[in-house]
């Protein structure tokens, strides 16, 4: 079965950097594009940033652009998401997911496929 399981979250100061990942397994990974997805709590799952399967297209949030940066080795069947300058408002817990095409809907957390259970992120001021 498919399995999507993050790593590296934890504490962190603002302005520290964090570097998440997410191994997959289960599935042909050059063959999805992955994401990454925050929930903080009382709000709704948000989209964070989008990495196509050759890695040569990436899309961001507003709210993360220019402080994150995802990342994919294929050989790895691996995904990162390295964090930043991060600021307390991106206190949440990050998940990977897999979708199997590009959509302009790719902001949208029902049109993926696959899920990991997430990492917590805390940052403090």
């Known amino acids: 079965q498919v399995q999507l399981v993050e790593s590296g979250g934890g504490s962190a100061q603002a302005g520290d950097s964090l570097r998440l990942s997410c191994v997959a397994s289960g599935l042909t990974f050059n063959s999805y594009y992955m994401g990454w997805f925050r929930q903080a709590p009382e709000k709704e799952r948000e989209f964070v940033a989008l990495?196509?399967?050759?890695?040569?297209?990436?899309y961001y949030a507003d709210s993360v652009k220019g402080r994150f940066t995802i990342s994919r080795d294929n050989a790895k069947n691996t995904v990162y998401l390295q964090m930043n300058s991060p600021k307390p408002e991106d206190t949440a817990v990050y998940y990977c997911?897999?979708?199997?095409?590009?959509?302009?809907?790719?902001?949208?957390?029902?049109?993926?496929?696959?899920w990991g259970q997430g990492t917590q992120v805390t940052v403090s001021s």
């Open positions: 997911a897999a979708r199997t095409y590009y959509s302009n809907t790719y902001y949208a957390p029902g049109t993926y496929n696959y």
């Open positions: 990495i196509s399967t050759s890695g040569k297209s990436t």
